[in-house]
């Protein structure tokens, strides 16, 4: 059982940055890939970047890439993702994830409960 929690979100003016932090229970943290998800109003959820289990390894959805980087330290139990030059259109529930498959996907095997990121413009 991996129980996933996160924080940083808030409000920022768009440009700006963010780092979200995703600290998870259990022992057998490092068996997951962690994924970063998020979810606009009205909209449906969307995959944002994942990481393997070793850290090695790391995906990003086409619209974050070069802004957003993912990373995880298993000696914490916690994921992170910094997000920078942020934009109106990014406003929304942010998930972290949990899962054994990679690449990662929907079906991931915990979630956390979000974080709500609201980007002014």
């Known amino acids: 059982q991996v129980q996933l929690e996160e924080s940083g979100g808030g409000l920022v003016q768009a440009g700006g940055s963010l780092r979200l932090s995703c600290a998870a229970s259990?022992?057998?943290?490092?068996?997951?890939?962690m994924g970063w998800f998020r979810q606009a109003p009205g909209k449906e959820r969307e995959f944002v970047a994942a990481?393997?289990?070793?850290?090695?390894?790391?995906r990003y959805a086409d619209s974050v890439k070069g802004r957003f980087t993912i990373s995880r330290d298993n000696a914490k139990n916690t994921v992170y993702l910094q997000m920078n030059s942020l934009n109106a259109a990014e406003t929304a529930l942010y998930y972290c994830?949990?899962?054994?498959?990679?690449?990662?996907?929907?079906?991931?095997?915990?979630w956390g409960k979000g974080t709500l990121v609201s980007v002014s413009s």
């Open positions: 259990g022992r057998t943290f490092s068996s997951y890939a």
């Open positions: 990481i393997k289990w070793s850290g090695g390894n790391t």
């Open positions: 994830a949990a899962g054994l498959r990679w690449p990662v996907n929907y079906d991931m095997n915990y």
